[in-house]
């Protein structure tokens, strides 16, 4: 089983910056993928950055340019720096790992509030 907890929302000005942490645990597979998503709402979960076993990221096009995936092996961590806060970014943000042989697992969500 892979667990995932998630730190660092909070309440952050328009502009602001905020970095939001994962820590994984459990049996990882070799191969797999991590992901950023978050759900505003009454609106659907959408992915906003992932990063693979081999580093290559993705972006959503709403956050290119601000936000930046990254991870940190020895702290078994994966990280979300959020820059150049907006209003739209406000949402709860949920950590996800997919392995390559299909194991899922969710964090328990953060919540990044943006206010003006």
């Known amino acids: 089983q892979v667990q995932l907890v998630e730190s660092g929302g909070g309440l952050v000005q328009v502009g602001g910056s905020l970095r939001l942490s994962c820590a994984v645990s459990g049996s990882l597979f070799s191969i797999w993928t991590m992901g950023w998503y978050r759900q505003a709402p009454g609106k659907q979960r959408k992915l906003v950055a992932s990063i693979t076993s081999v580093s290559s990221t993705n972006y959503a096009d709403s956050v290119k340019g601000r936000f930046t995936i990254s991870r940190d092996d020895a702290k078994n961590t994966v990280y979300l720096q959020m820059n150049s806060l907006k209003i739209a970014d406000t949402a709860v943000y949920y950590c996800?790992?997919?392995?390559?042989?299909?194991?899922?697992?969710w964090g328990q969500g953060s919540q990044v509030t943006v206010s003006s």
């Open positions: 996800n790992y997919l392995s390559a042989y299909g194991t899922v697992a």
